[in-house]
């Protein structure tokens, strides 16, 4: 391996200046095992490693440098890069890499915004259900469609949306909660059924909606400001449904006594790790992972973010899996757009989303060259 150093030299004066001609580019800084490495390619690498506000020593990264190209060289000669797994790896880099070129990226910094500005803002909706497979023939098809079309008809005649749905929905759901979703907010719901609930003004019902499910009706019930995210600890006696009257009455019986604990003094870390049915969170206190809309039962989600002040807990409170004690550890607003940049992009390349930012890409190149 051999370096110029009187061209280093020049380098090294060049980075100073920021000098980036194409002569200097061209112009070799190194050989290693026999091949040629450019000045110009030292430059991009190094220029890449540098971070806002901190300094690289050009010779200290020279080394780092030389030591890679060395590195490669010896893999090359050991033939490392012949091999499936090489292959295979290099492979997934360039798929990797390819993805950023391949998506219009003011489509997406746009899907970006969208779905930042929607989760500023939590919906309760009502819903109901008419099953259809994606498969569906022509003919069973049109037999939900008119299936939905009708229920949406009574509804619209004033019959209540609960009780329709409680007579009618295939969504097992509907034997809990009547219909209602409770609050949530993006990416909780297939992308066909958010779009639509979010469209809806207040008090509106939906057409039927076609996803891969069936046929939905959508009725939205309220629409308020996220309330962010919450942490909070909580004791459980569990009465699930299916639970005997005598085990019913013996839960709530135990949650008040260990409520009048509670307002006695007692410490709700303690009364949790010893009484909680919950046992995962009962190791820890009682407490849960941060939460906020649509990502735990309404009732629960909604005693929850009731109280006010940190430190404060609920009386008993009934869901469909017992009675419980809530108790507010802490609270954070909605993040920022920056803040909240990277879930969003997750979330958008995890979802169909992400082929819209595509197909906008390759709608440009046709659109430019005319294909």
Known sequence: MKIRSSFLLILLSALTALCQSQELNNRILLTVDGKGVQAGEFIRMYKKSLEPGKELEIDNYLEQFTVFKLKVADAVRSGMDTTRAFKNELAGYRNQLAQSYLTDTKAKEKLIEKTYQRSLTEINCWHILVNMPPEASPADTLKAWKKASDIRDRIISGEPFEQVARGTSDDQSVKLNGGNLGYFTVFQMITPFEE???????????????????????????????????????????SPPGTGDKDAVLA????????????????FKDLAREYSDHKESAAKGGELNWFGAGEIISDFAEAAFAIKDTGKYTKPVRTIYGWHIIKLLNRKAPGTLEESRSYLESKINQSYLNSLSKKSFVDNLRKKYSF
């Open 252 to 267: 709530e019986e135990q949650i008040n006594d260990i409520y009048r604990k509670l307002v006695a003094g007692g410490s």
């Open 196 to 238: 639509a609930a979010y469209s809806l003004k207040k008090g509106a019902v939906s057409m039927p909606l076609r996803t891969p499910y069936g046929y939905h009706i959508i009725k939205l019930a309220d629409k308020r400001p996220s309330k962010g995210k919450i942490l909070v600890a909580h004791i459980m006696k569990s």
